[in-house]
């Protein structure tokens, strides 16, 4: 045996030798990665054929989506049917036939009629809270000014 070849060897090992090493710390590294990794293929003689998979093509889709409403139009629905308000309903159907459009067009990819008939469901949804408001804010405005116009006339 050549003795330059001998001190290549690595030395036998020893499960004692493990014990008595100093603990250090050691930076993990991660083991490589392939992204297509190799295919072995049908050998012939003593040639091997080494191949790989062509990469795959990813397509990432942004979807964008459109705030329609339909969630605030129904819980106003089921809020003014407990109270008795019924001329809300007026505003009301309304917006949930825009809102429900507003869906349709967002599943066909028609961003913007589905943010037109969003906002059209939206601003029906506000009417449908401010304006009875604002006739309740009115009419007690009137009740009362009459009230104080009858009371000076005694």
Known sequence: ????RESQNPPPYNPDYIQHLPV???EYIPAP???NPPILQQQTSNTVVVGSEPPQTVFIQHRVTVA?????????MIICGILGNWLTFTCL????????????????????TARKQARKALYLDLAAIFVPIGIGII???LFSFVRFIGVRAN
Do not use: C, Y
């Open 24 to 26: 250090t710390q050691h």
């Open 1 to 4: 045996m050549d003795p330059s």
């Open 68 to 76: 329609d409403n339909q969630n605030l139009t129904v819980v106003l």
């Open 93 to 112: 159907i309304p917006a949930l036939i825009f809102s429900k459009q507003s869906i349709e067009a967002s599943d066909r990819g028609d961003i913007e």
């Open 139 to 141: 009419t007690v405005i």
């Open 33 to 35: 990665t392939t992204l």
